[in-house]
């Protein structure tokens, strides 16, 4: 173990993988522990389907990469805002109404024709999802209202006026949920489901909505690291004052982060619901799953873009878990058990990590990190740390 | 027998070796200074005494035994205690919750903070460190933070006592208040380890010095017999002059003007700046003297465009500058070596030569559509590094946070000189470098004035006024109260227009 620290030590991308698989251990730990005390005789089959479902059949893979597109996606919106000071925990709003105006476009506007509407859809989705996250970024800059009160109100505001919109434009009674995007309107299949799909199986969903959200991850890892843009936006979420000085206009930054942000949460709701999988927004008065897994999936990613594919994969993967642990007479509320131990450790990795290299660092810097896990909207990519 | 011996100390960082098979031995009573230049390794030898670092080789021996000191609670069990070089205070708890935090008094759980609080102001008034234990930390001045964590030390009853450059942050009066307290602390019988890179207060304050160069301890002197000159070559290696070669100043025409200036307080205090006017011509280098507190970071903020202003006018080169923004002033050749480098001066997760670009990075040398040009901007640090012999362990790689305060004041004074400005604001610019960094910043700031720059001076140090200054205003609440000639003027009359005794008729 010692020596496989200190291999890490020397680099901080390796220290936050390293924490984050701790992360992730400790959460199945404690999920085995649940399984066993509920039923001790079908926890270790359960378990075992829990690790290897997503690699069981190739159409599970496929399932797997259906799933984790719009977790990417809200993970990003998360974790962009993130490295830039913000926390953006309205993603479930933006995406809510980023998938709204998707399906009401590719439902109502028969008028284009189906592949154009299909790129207007989705590029609305994501202006909306933008126009949605400009309200706390406003808010915040120029009134100083913190970003978390008004993005908790524009999440239920969201909720709400997407219900009410969906009752007046494209409620199906019969199904208590909007209509359906006729099929050619949706993201085309790539033909990922057939390659997904194994042996005497249904293709699976996974379409190309996978590909533009890795696409677009890699888009915001580059913008974060390598361009004059990222250079200023992570200024000022490092230092505000700082960024002040240099004649970066903080107010403006503030809006197009939760601009940019909100968009990839508008992107995922569009995204999900023109997946053609056949699921429709249902009018419920909950806020959207999507967003909420957006926050661990940024946590557990360190909020680094590549870590975020890998974070959206993991969690998909043990929802699917979840899914199927329902076999074996378990809850699949389990599952949802693993994933908050798992973000809990998370968040106590920033800590974890900071043991393991404390030797060499300040103990005053471990306090300031701790408090950054206190104070969320500071958590930053340990990463960077070298 | 020493109270405090570390021997054979050895600590190594990423590309540097900060302690080389380091000794040092505390006295007891007594007041140790530790002298060295920038990264000589000063902060990383006492955080290791505190138990921050843990050594890769050496051990800590108190009165004699061996000790381990793992963390600093183990070192305030041991009665260890430190100031660190940037303080630790918590901002939005009061002075008294955080002299008592970590060490609080608690009755069936619930805190006992009536009697923390007499035994916190006795201790102010026993050693006269003048308090206000009901105000937040935020809102009290860096001197009143400094006799904080002073009293936090003496709260634990520590009894070795580590000072990391207290007085790199005070002003002159609170300088000698400060060595007053420190040897009424070494006379009760309480020994001191003082760093320090004003050669005059370890002469005033110190029994024996302790001389740190590249991490590598040279010797330990007694203070009574050493000279200032011999204590500065044993630190640096080689000679230092201490004293400048300033040619007289050939004055051009004017580049910033300030006209009535007028900064309103919160209401229902005085205003923070009154009427303020004054000019800068090319060619000279004016300093904004005065002690700490009388309007000279609202004047800054308020030309650097930090902060706006109510009334006045300031232009600059002719242009009206009043409302313009910050990167607008820039772009006109202003630059700023702000007062408080962790606030302003540094974003301290990003890399040194992230950092070195902080102004410039949107021009076509550092980007081209939008990409920032790595390579580019690592060969600009670099040659910074070069021209300012600013010291880090993995050159331009390393994250600001790591380095040395000496060496993170080096990037920005190496960043806002480099810029070439037509006007350069310079507050505190050598806040905490070594003799040698200080001679080479005064050099630079004369080489920009003799090149026909404008230079605008604030600073405390009545030495550093009067040794580079062409003129010198001093502002004393809010007003410019004098206008005078450094050659004319004496320290005395400075000191009589500071404190407000005195003040000229025509400013
Ligand atoms: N946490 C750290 N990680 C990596 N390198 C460090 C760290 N702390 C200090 N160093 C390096 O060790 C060397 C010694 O630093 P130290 O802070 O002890 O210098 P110092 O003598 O206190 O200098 P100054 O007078 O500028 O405060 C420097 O080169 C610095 O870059
Ligand atoms: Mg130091």
Redesign the pocket.
């Known amino acids: 173990m010692k020596t496989i620290i200190n291999k890490v030590k020397g680099s901080g991308a390796g220290l936050s993988i390293l924490s984050s698989g701790i992360a992730v251990l400790a959460g199945l730990l404690i999920g085995l522990i649940i399984l066993l005390i509920t039923d001790h005789t079908q926890a270790f089959p359960a378990f075992q389907t829990i690790i290897t479902v997503g690699f069981s059949s190739i159409r599970n893979f496929g399932e797997l990469l259906y799933s984790a597109t719009p977790i990417i996606l809200t993970g990003l919106s998360v974790g962009f805002a993130m490295k830039t000071g913000l926390f953006n925990i309205g993603a479930s709003g933006q995406f809510t109404f980023g998938a709204y105006v998707a399906v009401l476009i590719g439902v109502r506007a028969e008028f284009i024709p189906p592949s154009i509407r299909l790129i207007v859809s989705v590029l609305a989705a994501i202006l909306v999802g933008a126009l949605w996250g400009a309200i706390p970024g406003f808010l915040k800059a120029f009134r100083n209202v913190h970003e978390v009160i008004s993005c908790i109100m524009t999440n239920w505001i969201g909720i709400f006026l997407v219900n009410f919109m969906i009752l007046n434009t494209i409620f199906d009674e019969t199904r208590n949920s909007t209509m359906r995007v006729p099929g050619d309107a949706n993201m085309p299949g790539w033909g990922l489901g057939e390659l997904f799909q194994g042996a005497n199986a249904r293709p699976s969903s996974v379409n190309s909505g996978i590909v533009v959200a890795i696409a677009v991850a890699i888009i915001i890892f580059i913008i974060l690291g390598y361009t004059k843009f990222g250079y200023e936006l992570k200024a000022c979420g490092f230092n505000q004052n700082a960024a002040k000085y240099a004649g970066i206009s903080e107010k403006r930054n503030v809006v197009l982060s939760m601009m940019i942000s909100g968009g990839l949460a508008g992107l995922g709701g569009g995204l999900h619901f023109l997946s053609g999988a056949g699921i429709t927004m249902n009018v419920t008065d909950t806020l959207s799953y999507e967003g909420f897994t957006g926050i661990s999936v940024a946590l557990l990613g360190m909020n680094n873009p590549i870590g975020i594919i890998f974070a959206g994969l993991l969690i998909a993967y043990l929802q699917q878990g979840g899914f199927q642990v329902q076999h074996f007479g378990f809850v699949p509320e389990i599952i949802e058990i693993v994933t908050a131990v798992i973000i809990y450790f998370c968040a106590f990795a920033l800590l974890i990590k900071s043991f393991f290299s404390r030797v ?3 103990r005053a810097d471990v306090v300031a990190e701790v408090e950054q896990v206190k104070e969320l909207p500071k958590i930053e990519e340990e990463g960077s740390d070298k | 027998m020493y109270v405090i011996e570390m021997r054979g100390i050895t600590k190594e ?2 590309g ?1 070796i ?1 302690n080389d098979d380091v000794t040092v031995q505390l006295k007891k009573g007594e007041i140790h200074a530790l002298l ?1 230049e ?8 006492m955080s290791i005494l505190f138990g921050l670092y843990k050594p890769e080789k050496g051990s800590i021996f108190k009165d004699g035994a061996e000790v381990v000191v793992n963390g600093p609670n183990d070192a305030t069990k041991l009665g260890i205690g430190m100031v660190h ?1 940037h303080f630790k205070l918590v901002h939005n708890f009061t002075v008294l919750e955080n002299i008592v935090l970590g060490d609080e008094t608690t009755h069936r759980g619930v805190l006992q903070m009536k009697a923390a609080r007499e035994k916190v102001l006795a201790l102010s008034k026993r050693y006269g460190l003048e308090i206000d234990v009901d105000k937040e930390v935020q809102d009290i001045s860096v001197g009143m933070q400094q006799r904080v964590e002073i009293l936090k030390m003496l709260y634990r009853e520590n009894e070795i006592l580590i000072f990391d ?1 207290p007085t790199a942050v005070l002003t002159p009066q609170e300088i000698e208040s400060l060595i007053q307290t420190m040897q009424g602390l070494a006379a009760e019988g309480r020994s001191i380890l003082f ?1 320090t ?1 004003k050669l005059d207060e370890i002469k005033q304050a110190a029994n024996r010095c302790s001389v ?1 160069r590249k991490g590598k301890m040279i010797g330990t002197v007694e203070v009574e017999t050493t000279s200032k000159e011999a204590l500065s070559e044993m630190m640096v290696g080689r000679k230092v002059s201490l004293s400048l070669d300033k040619k007289d100043a050939n004055v051009g025409k004017e580049i910033l003007h300030v006209k009535n200036l007028t900064i309103k307080g919160e209401t229902g205090h005085k205003n923070k700046l009154t009427d303020v006017s004054f000019h800068v011509r090319e060619g000279e280098i004016v300093c904004v003297a005065g002690i700490e507190g009388n309007g000279q970071t609202d004047l800054v903020y308020a030309l650097t465009g930090l902060n706006g202003i109510e009334s006045g006018q300031v232009s600059m080169m002719g242009q009206d500058i009043t409302k313009a923004k910050i990167r607008q002033r820039g772009e006109l050749g202003m630059a700023h070596i702000p007062e408080d480098r962790h606030k302003h001066g540094l974003v301290l997760d990003y890399t040194l030569a992230y950092n070195a670009i902080l102004q410039r990075y949107y021009t076509p040398q550092f980007q081209r559509a939008g990409f920032l040009k790595q390579g580019e901007i690592t060969h600009y640090a670099d040659t910074l590094i070069e021209r300012f012999d600013i ?3 993995q050159g331009s790689e ?1 994250i600001a946070r ?6 993170q004041q080096k990037v920005i004074l190496a960043r806002e000189i480099d810029r070439d400005p037509h006007l350069l604001i310079a507050v505190q610019p050598t806040r ?1 470098l ?1 003799v040698g960094a200080i001679e080479f910043i005064h050099s630079q700031l004369l080489k920009q004035r003799d090149a026909g720059k404008a230079v605008l001076l604030v600073s405390l140090e009545l030495e550093e006024v009067m040794n580079i200054s062409d003129r010198i205003l001093v502002m004393y609440e809010g007003e410019i109260v004098a206008n005078v000639d450094p050659k004319s003027v004496t320290y005395q009359e400075l000191g009589l227009y500071m404190s407000g005794a005195k003040r000229e008729v025509n400013v």
């Not at chain 2, 790591?402 to 060496?407: F, P």
Request: avoid cysteine; hydrophobic fraction near 25%.
């Open positions: 060499g660092r300040k | 960082f990423p540097i900060a060295g920038n990264g000589a390794g000063k902060s990383t030898l070089q450059e760093i890179h740190l010291r880090a362990g390393t790591s380095m040395s305060g000496g060496n905490g070594d």
